[in-house]
């Protein structure tokens, strides 16, 4: 699907206040950047990113309004703060008003509060985009986790859950479900690759061990020990030498 890039930027100066039209062109640009790094699709990402916040700057009474004029389930904690309801109303307005009807980027708008378990490459790539664009200056480490969020995109949304539920416990004590479900399911995620790839370095060494032993020519590693003559870099290499004739 073409998307009008131009005319999307147009309409959101009109629709945004300053700060949240620059925040917008900055998620976009991170969304774009994260997308290039994972393989994600460029345009799908821009396009999440710049329709993420679409409905943010309409007044919280309004929000309300309108989600019960267009029938959108409103939660009670949405109820106590109106603002969360942006995501839900982003999603529609997305449609209605955009013509933006792809899942994936209708998803990645209604999951950017809040997250979700089991996030699509997309939905993760704006929810940390969002956290993280260049405009961005009061979280703590943020240095470190632009760094993180284009080495390990799962562990950026894990960290970014777990300082959002931090925060909200010290400043209001009321955290949203969805919130709370989605750092479960990625401290989890984080937790259970962290416990396979340690086994697998614990097999990797039994068979590191054992292939030096039984089957060195089978391992690289050992070929530059074992046959040293015909690589030149080891042959450079007095220690090799020494090595392969022992
Ligand atoms: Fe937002
Ligand atoms: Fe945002």
Redo the contacts with the bound molecule.
């Keep these: 699907m073409e998307y009008d890039i131009d005319k999307i930027k147009q309409s959101l100066r009109r629709k945004l206040d300053n700060y949240r039209y620059e925040h917008t062109i900055g998620v976009a640009y991170t969304a774009t950047s994260l997308a290039m790094r994972y393989g994600e699709d460029i345009k799908k990402a821009e396009v999440a990113g710049l329709l993420?916040?679409c409905a943010?700057c309409i007044p919280d009474d309004k929000k309300l309004a309108k989600c019960i004029k267009h029938k959108i389930n409103i939660t009670d904690i949405e109820k106590e703060r109106p603002y969360l309801l942006?995501?839900k109303l982003?999603a529609f307005y997305a449609m209605k008003k955009y013509d933006v009807y792809d899942k994936d980027i209708i998803n990645s708008i209604l999951n950017?509060?809040t997250g979700c378990p089991n996030m699509t490459l997309l939905e993760k790539i704006v929810f940390v985009a969002?956290y993280i664009e260049p405009g961005r200056n009061k979280a703590k480490n943020l240095d470190e986790l632009r760094k993180i969020a284009f080495e390990d995109l799962d562990m950026a949304v894990y960290i970014i859950l777990r300082d959002t539920l931090d925060y909200l416990s010290k400043k209001t004590g009321n955290i949203d479900d969805m919130t709370q479900k989605a750092y479960e399911y990625y401290s989890n995620l984080i937790a259970n690759r962290d416990d396979n790839c340690n086994q697998k370095d614990d097999s990797c060494n039994k068979e590191d061990s054992c292939e030096k032993e039984d089957s060195c020519n089978k391992d690289d590693s050992c070929k530059k020990e074992s046959s040293c003559n015909i690589d030149d870099s080891c042959n450079k290499n007095n220690s090799c030498n020494i090595e392969s004739k022992e």
């Design positions: 993420h916040d943010k942006h995501s982003g950017h509060t969002d």
